[in-house]
């Protein structure tokens, strides 16, 4: 599974039909509740308040659930990593047990969900496991069963797993679940359709007056008036209470390969070392064989080599499944939180009608069915018990976790001067298929050299807040280490918080 590693896209996206793409927004429409984003968070925020009884539509700048949602692993699973002995110190033992609670109770209803509609979405019940192997990182796992039992959850302290290498301890935490996340959310969008709901795709969202109504404007020159607004755009792409500066971007990668029906491992693995490794299987063929799907290696994006990441992860996939035959690899991103916890809830500290979800940390699947819930119940004025904890105008516990955000705050400066200062190589020596950042005439420029040899140049100045972006070789992107934004080569944004291209120069 090692030799060169070719990115060729996600497992979930190619087996699950997307049908013919949806119709962008034409005319302008006035609906309850405008949705700004498809993927696992503004679907089931969309799809919980078309159930309630509102008239909604989705605003999608691509295709339903092909941002990150469709790159993920797809565990379903409250156990997200070490997190209970963290939110035990942080929020204390009722925070660490609100949590535990809204991600059961997504799962749950996910799964209820899942019966109701009859969705065909390979879903499985499995139980979870953080594992070390380091005799010296036993007491976290220790601490980490205690105070996840201590949350409520079915959680103990084992050394034996279904992995094929022993393990110095791991928290297991019983009947979690895995499933086909685009399977499953395909058929929400449908029957988010069949309730009258409305979703546009090809609609990129550009404008959000907050007002009474608010008043959303898309690329396509029509607008959506709505009472209510989501943001569920990943990383938000309004910002009015600087969320980004208590957010950071993680890449990570996967690789995934056939294995046999005997090499499956009972059961969906974490580990906090080694980088990350994350493991799982999904149901392949009727012969009972396997997908086994590798995830780690994570990494701030615009920094490092890709490849040799890539590399990596399928070596230890190849060093402890021997004979897996790898057919995919991709990657994606997801957004940590200075202080740990998700932010769902009002937009900014003077939001009325207009809510925000993002900050999931690698756990969007779980937190993005609890999003939906969770704005639901604000939408329609309903009490839900972990409000508070996931409001995203906490700043009393930012403050408290304030190194962790002055960290964040301190490497984003750190890429703001310092990439200026590194030094750039000439254009001459760029080889097909490669890019980096070039001096030109006294000016820097992010230069791509195709594999016919032809040069495009643009500008390397993000057009976030201007950090300088890097070229990720393996996915060919340009990345920007500050906040994660990523363009194609050439310039168009791939991902937020940026919503313009990189600007287009001469070479
Ligand atoms: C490698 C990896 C593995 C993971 N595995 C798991 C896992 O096993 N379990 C788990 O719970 N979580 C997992 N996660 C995390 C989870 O996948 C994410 O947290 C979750 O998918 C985020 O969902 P979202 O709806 O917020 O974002 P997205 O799915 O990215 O949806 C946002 C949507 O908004 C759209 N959009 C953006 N800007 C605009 C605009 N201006 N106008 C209109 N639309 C716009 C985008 O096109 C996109 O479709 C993983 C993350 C990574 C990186
Ligand atoms: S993503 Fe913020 S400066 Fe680039």
Redesign the pocket.
């Known amino acids: 599974m090692t030799q060169n590693v070719q990115v060729n896209g996600s497992y979930w996206l190619q087996t699950a039909p997307g049908g013919a793409p949806r119709p962008a927004l034409a005319e302008d429409l006035d609906v309850d509740v405008a949705v700004?984003?498809?993927?696992?968070?503004?679907l089931s925020a969309a799809w919980e308040l078309a159930r309630a009884g509102r008239s909604v539509a989705v605003?999608?700048?691509?295709r339903v659930?092909?941002?990150?949602?469709g790159?993920?692993?797809?565990?379903?699973t409250v156990q997200h990593t070490l997190v209970y002995d963290r939110l035990r110190r942080t929020r204390g033992a009722e925070g660490a047990r609100l949590y535990a609670r809204s991600q059961s109770e997504a799962i749950e209803h996910a799964a209820g969900i899942v019966a109701e509609l009859g969705i065909d979405c390979e879903w499985e019940t499995r139980d979870a496991y953080t594992y070390v192997r380091a005799p010296d990182r036993v007491d976290e796992v220790r601490a980490e069963a205690d105070a996840a039992r201590e949350a409520g959850l079915p959680a103990s302290f084992v050394t034996e797993t279904g992995l094929p290498f022993p393990v110095a301890g791991a928290v297991r935490v019983t009947g979690q679940a895995q499933f086909h996340p685009l399977k499953y959310l395909r058929a929400l969008a449908a029957d988010l359709e069949a309730r009258g709901g409305l979703i546009f795709e090809d609609?990129?969202?550009?404008g959000l007056d907050e007002g009474t109504p608010c008043r959303v404007s898309t690329g396509t020159g029509a607008s959506v008036t709505a009472r209510d607004v989501v943001v569920?755009?990943?990383y938000p792409?309004f910002d009015r209470a600087l969320l980004f500066a208590r957010l950071s971007p993680r890449r990570?990668l996967?690789v995934a390969g056939t294995v046999g029906a005997d090499r499956d491992i009972d059961g969906m693995y974490i580990t906090p070392e080694q980088n990350t490794r994350s493991v799982r299987t999904a149901p392949l063929d009727e012969a009972g064989r396997r997908l086994l799907i590798v995830?780690g290696e994570h990494f701030t994006p615009g920094t490092g080599d890709t490849r040799e990441r890539f590399e990596r992860l399928a070596a230890w996939a190849d060093e402890y499944f021997p004979g897996v035959e790898r057919t995919h690899a991709w990657a994606?991103?997801?957004i940590d939180p200075t202080d740990t916890v998700p932010m769902v809830g009002p937009l900014h500290p003077g939001a009325h009608h207009t809510y925000v979800?993002?900050g999931?940390g690698?756990?969007?699947?779980?937190?993005?069915i609890m999003a939906g819930r969770l704005l639901t119940a604000q939408v329609t004025g309903e009490e839900c018990a972990w409000s508070g904890l996931y409001d995203p105008r906490r700043l009393r516990t930012a403050v408290r976790e304030a190194p962790s955000l002055l960290k964040t705050q301190a490497e984003v400066a750190r890429h703001f001067v310092g990439d200026r200062l590194r030094p750039a190589p000439p254009v001459d020596s760029l080889p097909p298929g490669e890019g980096a950042v070039v001096r030109a005439g006294g000016d820097r420029l992010a230069v791509y050299r195709n594999e016919e040899g032809t040069l495009h140049a643009v500008s390397p100045r993000c057009t976030h807040l201007g950090c300088l972006v890097d070229f990720n070789a393996a996915e060919r992107a340009w990345e920007c280490p500050c906040h994660g934004s990523r363009f194609g080569t050439d310039g168009k944004v791939i991902e937020?918080p940026a919503?313009k291209p990189l600007e287009q120069r001469d070479i």
């Open positions: 700004i984003g498809a993927g696992v968070a503004g605003l999608e700048a691509g659930a092909a941002g990150v949602t790159y993920t692993s797809a565990k379903l609609t990129v969202v550009h569920a755009t990943h792409v990570e996967v995830t994606t991103q997801d979800a993002t999931f690698g756990w969007g699947l779980s937190g993005g937020g919503t």
